[in-house]
């Protein structure tokens, strides 16, 4: 139980719901930053202005997967209000507050050391992003159902990147009867993909191995969908691009030359903001639990 902690929740996505009944009905204090517009009955949760917040109380803060972006800014779908979190804020909070958020960047990071607090990043740990890669690919499959008029069954389908998600959507789209090709850089990585039953090249051929595909998944953080490369893959063929902004795809090269490019962040929210918030629940009431246990 997660009695008498007062955690304050800074903006969010639906995912940020479940999260809330999660540690509300573990008998946390929960104060709701940006959460003005929501109605739902949140039992035992307050909500508070930013800017009157009572950072002083707080024994964790909770951001959005997003975090904040490099100005401050903290996203909520759920208030008008514009979030900026900063470092002023987190020096008020006790020195034993704990930052959690989805992801990281240098602003928050600054802000997190500026005030010598602990941040956590959830998105970082492989239990977090392998359990996430199951709504991550479902919400895959939906993008590709919706952008194309063949099925995924007998459909050439490239993915390229054999982490944690690379490898749940190949499993997926090879469940769903497509002939699937994985691109990945690492030797034991073609190996595995091999054993799979899946057909594997290296990441630095893409170029020849787009050439008759129709589908193109991407989820390598990098560059890797140049406009050489989408010069050679067929102009009906549907990328999407999963890895985080800005992409790993030319969208302006591929607009030019007509091939259909979506950049498809923040999937679990969209289709299983219920199971992606209760995977983050079940971490943090984990993490929370193990962070008291320290202090005492
Ligand atoms: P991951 O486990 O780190 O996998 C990344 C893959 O990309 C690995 O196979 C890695 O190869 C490969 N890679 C990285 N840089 C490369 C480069 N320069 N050239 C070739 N290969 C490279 O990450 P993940 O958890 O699967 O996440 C992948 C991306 O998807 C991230 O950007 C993440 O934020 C995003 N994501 C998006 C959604 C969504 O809803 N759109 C959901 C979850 C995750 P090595 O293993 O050899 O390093």
């Known amino acids: 139980m997660l009695t008498g902690l007062t955690i304050a929740v800074i903006g969010g996505d639906a995912r940020q719901l479940e999260v809330i009944r999660q540690l509300s009905e573990r008998d ?17 949760s307050a909500k508070a202005k930013l800017d009157q917040a009572h950072f002083e109380s707080f024994d964790a803060i909770l951001l959005p997967v997003s975090g904040t972006n490099q100005q401050g800014r903290v996203e909520t779908i759920f208030s008008d209000e514009e979030l900026v979190l ?20 240098d602003y928050l990071e600054n802000a997190a050391a500026a005030a010598g607090r602990k941040l956590v990043k959830l998105f970082e740990r492989n239990d977090v992003a392998i359990y996430n890669s199951i709504p ?26 054999f ?40 990441t630095e ?26 010069s050679q893959m067929p102009l009906n063929a549907l990328i999407v691009d999963l890895a985080s902004k800005p992409g790993g795809t030319d969208f302006r090269y591929a607009d030019k030359r007509g091939i ?30 193990e962070e008291r246990k320290n202090e005492s």
């Open 205 to 230: 051929k893409v170029a020849e191995e787009i050439t008759n595909i129709d589908v193109c998944i991407n989820t390598i953080p990098d560059q890797v969908l140049t406009a050489s490369v989408l």
């Open 260 to 289: 259909k490019a979506l950049l498809a962040p923040g999937l679990p929210g969209i289709v299983a903001p219920k199971t992606a918030g209760g995977i983050l629940a079940k971490v943090l009431h984990s993490l929370l639990k």
């Open 28 to 44: 946390a204090n929960l104060v709701l930053i940006g959460f003005e517009q929501l109605d739902e009955d949140m039992t035992g």
């Open 86 to 105: 900063t470092d002023n804020h987190l020096k008020r909070t006790p020195e034993r507050c704990v930052v959690y958020s989805g992801i990281s960047n």
């Open 163 to 202: 982490g944690r998600t690379g490898m749940t959507v190949a499993r997926m789209m090879d469940a769903l009867g497509a002939k699937v090709k994985v691109g990945a850089r690492r030797s034991e990585h073609l190996a595995r993909i091999s054993e799979m039953g899946l057909t594997p090249f290296y």
């Open 136 to 161: 991550t690919a479902e919400g895959t499959i939906m993008m590709v159902i919706q952008n194309t008029d063949v099925t995924i069954h007998q459909s050439n389908v490239a993915v390229l990147g």
